[in-house]
């Protein structure tokens, strides 16, 4: 460093730790270190923290799931978030929803949201880092990082240079860009020569292509309970026909396993077995058509654009064992090829990022730079739809919080 540059960093603020994103696991990490009284600066480009936070399951935050596993995650090294969620786990985050007093309920799959609004777990993360003395420089932009000896870290930025023991890089993924969301956690990783995994929105609705958007156009608002598959993954929940395509808890999931130019198979009728049910009917009630039989199970506008063969209004005694399966492949295994999903505009979740294997799944430090930290969704490791994003972004940032 030369005498100019030792001016200048004798000028600097001097931080312990400097957190890059005040999101989930960036104001969990700066209450465990603030609460370990270490001298906490959270620095974030958005005018307020924990936007996602407010936004999380449609304003009502499924903040945890009361079983999390890391089958539930997506990431090259599928036993990296194990550590850390075992460490901190949905309990511990009900220890401190139930200190504040926050009423919540168990939906469907042991996902739990509150009975509020999500405003109540910002305010309550915000409380804590209060208690624990942390301090926030909101709207502030991020102009270089830089390390200067080990364990010391300049950041500079538009209200001033600082320089910290530990850099947590806490900046989350790209979904949902005027959220403030921002590929700067990326170029840090980059910076310092630590791999990055390319990335893609996870957990998010298909666009069809216009022969599919065309004939379901009509079916728009309609949910139905499906089963949605691949190759490789299969999930039973309801899908939504949207006007731009496919959405719904079974597509979202399905889609953080989805390649570019992959069909999808759906069984729109998981429960029966539609050729049996058909035969059974037309021994019994011989005149009933194909369409009515199926429209007990299924909305009438559904079937009307499903059932697509010209036997579909003809009685059931005129039909042969035969057309029996093609109704059933139409409705149970309708394989459709997505044109491409709706992007980071609306996913929720960002697929790939930090490279766990440069990282410590104890602290969640830089194996190669002490003192260098990422946690959340910058890394590696995107969730399921259910509360699991949030749980890694709790205990990520708690990991690293004991470290700082
Ligand atoms: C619409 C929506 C609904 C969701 N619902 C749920 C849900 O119900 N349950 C669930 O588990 N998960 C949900 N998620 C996912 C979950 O919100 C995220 O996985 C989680 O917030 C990630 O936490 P994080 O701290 O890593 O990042 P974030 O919470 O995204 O925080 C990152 C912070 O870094 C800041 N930042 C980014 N770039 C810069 C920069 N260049 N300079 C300075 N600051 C920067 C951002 O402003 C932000 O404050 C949802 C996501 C979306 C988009």
């Not at 596993?69 to 901190?88: M, Q």
């Not at 009900?94 to 109540?120: M, P, T, V, W």
């Not at 998981?270 to 005149?287: C, S, T």
């Not at 295994?333 to 990022?353: D, F, H, M, S």
């Amino acid at each position: 460093m030369d005498s100019k540059e030792k001016q200048q960093t004798s000028l600097d603020k001097k931080i312990d730790v400097i957190i890059i994103g005040a999101g989930a696991s960036g104001l969990m990490c700066a209450i465990e270190a603030g609460k370990r009284q270490r001298k906490v600066l959270v620095v974030d480009h958005a005018k307020e923290p924990g936007k996602k936070i407010l936004m999380s399951g449609g304003g009502r935050c499924n903040f945890t799931n009361y079983s999390v596993s890391h089958e539930n995650y997506i990431s090259n090294n599928p036993h990296f978030c194990k550590s850390a969620l075992s460490r901190y786990n949905s309990y511990d985050f009900l220890d401190l929803i139930n200190k504040y007093d926050i009423s919540f309920s168990e939906r469907e799959h042991e996902q739990l949201f509150c009975d509020g609004s999500a405003r109540e777990i910002l305010d309550m993360l915000l409380a804590e880092c209060k208690k624990a003395g942390v301090t926030f420089q909101m709207d502030t932009t991020i102009e270089k990082v830089e390390q200067l000896a080990e364990h010391n870290f300049r950041l500079c930025s538009s209200r001033g240079n600082y320089t910290c023991h530990s850099l947590v890089v806490a900046t989350g993924g790209l979904s949902i860009p005027t959220s403030g969301a921002s590929p700067l956690g990326y170029k840090i990783a980059e910076q310092f020569n630590i791999k990055v995994w390319p990335q893609s929105p996870g957990l998010v609705p298909f666009t069809l292509q216009p022969k599919d958007k065309e004939q379901l156009a009509t079916l728009s608002g309609i949910a139905v309970d499906a089963v949605v598959s691949n190759r490789r993954r299969s999930f039973r929940e309801n899908i939504l026909f949207t006007h731009r395509g496919l959405s719904g808890p079974a597509i979202l999931q399905m889609s953080s396993y989805w390649q570019p130019g992959e069909e999808l198979t759906i069984n729109l009728l998981p429960d029966i077995d539609l050729v049996e049910v058909l035969k059974e009917q037309q021994q019994q009630r011989p005149l009933r058509t194909v369409k009515s039989v199926v429209a007990e199970y299924l909305p009438k506008r559904l079937v009307k654009t499903m059932v697509q063969t010209n036997f579909a209004d003809s009685s059931l005694k005129t039909i042969l064992p035969k057309e029996f399966v093609e109704i059933s492949e139409q409705l149970q295994q309708w394989t459709i090829k997505p044109n491409a999903t709706e992007g980071y505009r609306t996913a929720e979740v960002t697929l790939g990022g930090v490279d766990c294997d440069a990282i410590s799944s104890k602290t969640m430090e830089s194996n190669k730079i002490p003192g260098l930290f990422f946690t959340g969704e910058v890394l590696d490791v995107s969730g399921w739809l259910g509360g699991y994003n949030l749980q890694w972004a709790w205990s990520s940032g708690w990991c690293a919080g004991q470290y700082v």
